[in-house]
């Protein structure tokens, strides 16, 4: 049985994770062992359900021996928790190792890459389209035939400046001789929300209903996640991410972005996948989240930046006066509730009294007005001297101690 396509078709939704397949082309590596990890942790998200929920792209087993061995042990140690699948080109030879990658993993999958456009096919294959597009289909069928059990998924490169007609007219050829999905990536990332939703539409009528389509968008213009909704939107609901939005280039949807907005508010859920959309067999453990991304950014090196959402350094901290006292008014969820992370208030130049008096109270002062004063003609000082705007709480409770030692008892 396909559980991602039995998935799609009961309008679930499947994360097609690339954070350790496109997410090397971000200039970073996962070692085997944390690719298991993140596979095991990520499926964890959805309990026993991660197969259904997540297709996790272990590698690119033609790369080398070692991204092969790295696949291997993915499929091995984590097919309980995802659906493991091996990336290879459109040739024989890179699809029986995919197969070799995964094969004997509950719920294995390969994707074959398929050049569909006139710039792409002339740059990878050195033919037209409808020649990439017709080896292509002569590639997945020797790979069905050879698949023993293990879905094979393709990626139509380029997808979005093909011809549509003929995108269309491939994609359910392909789905009649055995393809599980029809991956339309975007490639160079340069689509508008309403041109995604649109070559969707087009692609997904002409292809026929037993097509499932999977969205791989790119963030070239800041888009990734918009273009990725209108995907959703227009019907599909596989779609690949990668956490942080680590994939070629500027990246692409970030997981934990994704994930979040479609699972934390079931009236935006709405507004993307239909008024009586339920997208999932288990729901997520979004307080799971911050974890898993303080992982992957330790592993990486991407950092975990003040603006990153969801999982980013500023979630969850309060820095000045009004949204010390009204933090509901001034956030669109609440960071404890949905991701388990406590409200931190934190001290920078735009501190407030309040805000002040917070701070030393949680490091141990309880201060009068007039050491409030003090202490906050200090802090500002402080900021402006160093130009940097957060006052670290070792120097903070170095000047109180100093401060409240000064002050005689009353």
Not at 74 to 83: D, K, N, T, Y
Not at 252 to 259: F, H
Not at 337 to 341: A, D, I, S
């Given at each position: 049985m396909d559980v991602v396509r039995e998935s799609a078709a009961a309008g679930r939704v499947v994360f097609f994770e690339e954070s350790a397949r496109d997410g090397a082309q971000a200039k970073t590596m996962m070692s085997a062992a944390f690719r298991v990890r993140l596979a095991r942790e990520q499926g964890a998200l959805f309990g026993p359900d991660g197969p259904r929920h997540v297709v996790f792209a272990a590698g690119f087993?033609?790369?080398?021996?070692?991204?092969?061995e790295a696949t291997r042990q993915?499929?091995?140690?984590?097919?309980?928790?995802?659906?493991p699948s091996a990336v290879c080109r459109g040739t024989a030879e890179d699809v029986r190792l995919a197969l070799s990658a995964v094969r004997g993993a509950a719920h294995g999958r390969i994707m074959v890459i398929v050049a569909a456009s006139e710039a792409t096919a002339r740059a990878l294959v050195h033919s037209d389209a409808?020649?990439?597009l017709g080896r292509g289909l002569d590639v997945l069928k020797g790979a069905v035939d050879l698949a023993d059990g293990i879905a094979v998924d393709v990626c139509l490169v380029d997808a979005p400046r093909a011809d549509p007609a003929l995108v269309a007219e491939y994609a359910g050829r392909m789905t009649a001789h055995g393809a599980?999905?029809?991956?339309?990536?975007?490639?160079?990332?340069d689509l508008l929300p309403g041109q995604t939703e649109a070559l969707f539409r087009r692609v997904a009528a002409g292809a026929g209903p037993e097509t499932v389509l999977v969205s791989h968008l790119h963030n070239d213009l800041g888009l990734g996640l918009a273009n990725t909704l209108a995907a959703l939107e227009s019907g599909a609901r596989v779609a690949a991410c990668?956490?942080?939005?680590?994939?070629?280039?500027?990246?692409?949807?970030?997981?934990?972005?994704?994930?979040?907005?479609?699972?934390?508010?079931?009236?935006?859920?709405?507004?993307v996948l239909g008024?009586?959309?339920?997208?999932?067999?288990t729901r997520p453990d979004l307080t799971r989240l911050p974890g898993i991304a303080r992982m992957v950014s330790e592993e990486t090196g991407v950092p975990l930046t003040v603006t990153t959402p969801i999982v980013g350094t500023g979630v969850a901290t309060i820095s000045t006066g009004t949204p010390f006292t009204?933090?509901?008014?001034?956030?669109?969820?609440?960071p404890q509730?949905?991701?388990?992370?406590e409200p931190t208030v934190v001290l920078t130049h735009l501190a407030s009294r309040r805000v002040l008096r917070a701070v030393a109270a949680r490091l141990g002062h309880q201060l009068d007005p007039d050491q409030t004063g003090k202490a906050l003609a200090w802090v500002k000082n402080r900021a402006y001297r160093q130009n940097q705007a957060l006052v670290a709480d070792a120097d903070f409770a170095g000047y109180l101690e100093g401060l409240t030692a000064a002050t005689p008892a009353r």
């Open positions: 087993p033609s790369v080398c021996g070692q991204e092969f993915v499929a091995l140690e984590a097919q309980e928790s995802v659906s409808r020649t990439s599980a999905t029809i991956v339309l990536a975007d490639t160079v990332g990668s956490w942080l939005g680590m994939a070629e280039r500027s990246g692409m949807v970030a997981t934990e972005q994704l994930l979040f907005l479609l699972a934390h508010d079931r009236a935006k859920a709405a507004r008024p009586d959309c339920e997208p999932w067999w009204h933090p509901r008014t001034f956030q669109p969820y609440d509730q949905h991701l388990g992370l």
